[in-house]
């Protein structure tokens, strides 16, 4: 058990830091979970109505772009202080998330969504960085314990609150993520404390442009070893299978999956949860079910974490992401709400095992005068799993399984006339033209789609690149890692 005089030792930085991420990931995760049905839902319904090669575009480079800047914003806030950096960052967070609902174009919500991405990359790296500074050998593995836990916290909530909003306005979700981002004004402004040490001012001070130029020496130096390089490429196969919980995940459960049984299933057992989270027409919003994936890390991470701290973490990685792989596919292989519940509870097993591991890994095979050179380029398969999923969750399920194409497809063959999506003519009058010119309603048009091409294919591709990804490691361990140990001894 955690002691309240281990607690008394963590400074009142540590806990603004902590409150901080926590109301940052319920605002992004608040929006993020739902932002590719606002990307690509039809107009009639307040989305934007593009295309899933758009979609995949937007979150694939943006989220990537994301990803890729904390290597070099990291350097901007050592130069200007964690206190100033984390005002801009906020500041981006507010005005990108009240502008995104005003632009309708994909250029201008491209560019408005990169934006957010710089708030967020200038956040990011600020809090794990106070974390560090604010504990010591003692308090720091029980310090970023509760670092995690509020991650976790913060990505569970945001969902429900801003799915809520959703019923009403899909404008409100982006203005309720604002208003989240917003409170950690009043934090940063009257009770968080800069942790970084003033400088000399005798010391001379590099320049900015030095500082980057360092940066990119040190992350050349890190990619020379290409063992280290070769890991990171493999390990963003992983990545690329798990970002489709996001990317892909939520417009497949709208497009395809029945979650009236979900809803049934809770009236039967849990009348009021039925009533708070169903829709009017007796469903379950996607984000609800996709959110469990965040209510499972924080009901089992311990207990997994303590079943796989007995394993090497190459091998946990290896097991993990197999099992992730398999609970992704099969969240995507089903019609059957409940079915993906359970799905999401193997992801779920699979993500814990993994994703922390890679961190730990990384740290271990580093230079011991190189570790935090080579845990910061942990953000690179990310980036680039973030790529390469949003193409995967574009074109690829543009072809295979989006419904608005299939119905084109199937349109084309039966030569029926009906006219071209456009902003009089929404997605949803095209399926309901569609249906009623195959005297068929809209559920049986769904469900012939389904039986005649089997849009839930798309699980063999995602269980395949996830498969790859743990076999690679595999061969890594047993060809790569075992001939250095070889050839050293």
């Keep these: 058990m955690i002691s309240i005089k281990l607690l008394k030792k963590y400074p009142t930085t540590f806990w603004i830091a902590n409150a901080m991420e926590l109301f940052e990931r319920w605002a992004w995760y608040g929006f993020y979970l739902i932002f590719a049905l606002y990307l690509t839902n039809s107009t009639d319904e307040g989305a934007l109505g593009f295309s899933q090669t758009q979609k995949g575009l937007i979150m694939g480079i943006g989220t990537a772009f994301l990803y890729l800047l904390p290597i070099f914003t990291g350097a901007f806030s050592d130069r200007i202080g964690y206190r100033k950096t984390l005002f801009i960052a906020y500041t981006i967070y507010t005005i990108a998330f009240l502008l995104i609902p005003i632009f309708k174009s994909f250029i201008a919500v491209f560019i408005i969504y990169l934006f957010l991405a710089v708030g967020a990359a200038l956040f990011k790296p600020i809090i794990a960085a106070t974390v560090t500074k604010t504990t010591d050998e003692e308090t720091s593995s029980i310090g ?56 000399d001012k005798n010391e001379p001070k590099p320049t900015l442009t030095e500082d980057l130029k ?159 050179l080579y845990i910061g380029c942990s953000y690179l398969p990310i980036a680039l799993g973030n790529l390469f999923a949003g193409l995967v969750s574009g074109n690829l399920y543009q072809s295979m399984s989006d419904k608005i194409t299939l119905t084109q497809k199937e349109v084309g063959l039966r030569s029926l006339d009906i006219p071209n999506i456009s902003s009089q003519f929404s997605k949803n009058d095209y399926f309901q033209s569609a249906a009623t010119k195959m005297n068929m309603s809209i559920d049986q048009l769904t469900q012939f789609l389904w039986d005649k091409y089997h849009p839930s294919s798309f699980w063999i591709v995602v269980t395949a690149i996830g498969t790859i990804a743990a076999v690679m490691l595999y061969l890594y361990d047993r060809l790569i890692l075992k001939s250095v140990k070889q050839e050293s001894n």
Aim: zero cysteines; charged letters at 10%.
């Design 214 to 372: 360092h940066v990119l020496q040190h992350i050349g130096t890190a990619l020379s070893d290409w063992k280290f390089a070769l890991f990171l490429f493999i390990i963003s196969g992983f990545w690329t299978m798990f970002f489709q919980v996001y990317m892909t995940l939520p417009v497949f459960i709208d497009h395809w999956v029945n979650t009236s049984v979900v809803y049934e299933f809770l009236l039967n057992y849990w009348p009021w949860l039925a009533h708070q989270l169903g829709t009017a027409e007796g469903t379950i919003p996607a984000e609800y079910l996709i959110n469990m994936d965040a209510g499972y890390i924080i009901l089992f991470q311990i207990a997994v974490s303590a079943i796989a701290m007995r394993y090497k973490p190459l091998n946990a990685m290896i097991v993990g992401t197999l099992i992730a792989s398999i609970g992704m596919g099969l969240s995507l292989a089903t019609q059957n709400g409940l079915f993906i519940v359970v799905a999401l509870l193997v992801f779920a097993i699979g993500e814990m095992m993994s994703s922390p591991k890679i961190t730990e890994y990384i740290g271990r095979i580093a230079p011991s005068d190189k570790t935090a």
């Design 144 to 199: 970023f314990g509760i670092f995690y836990m509020m991650i976790n916290i913060g990505g569970f909530i945001g969902p429900f609150v801003t799915g809520y909003f959703r019923k009403f306005s899909w404008d409100y979700v982006f203005y309720a993520s604002a208003v989240v981002i917003a409170l950690n004004f009043i934090l940063v402004t009257l009770y968080y404390k800069d942790p970084i040490q003033k400088q």
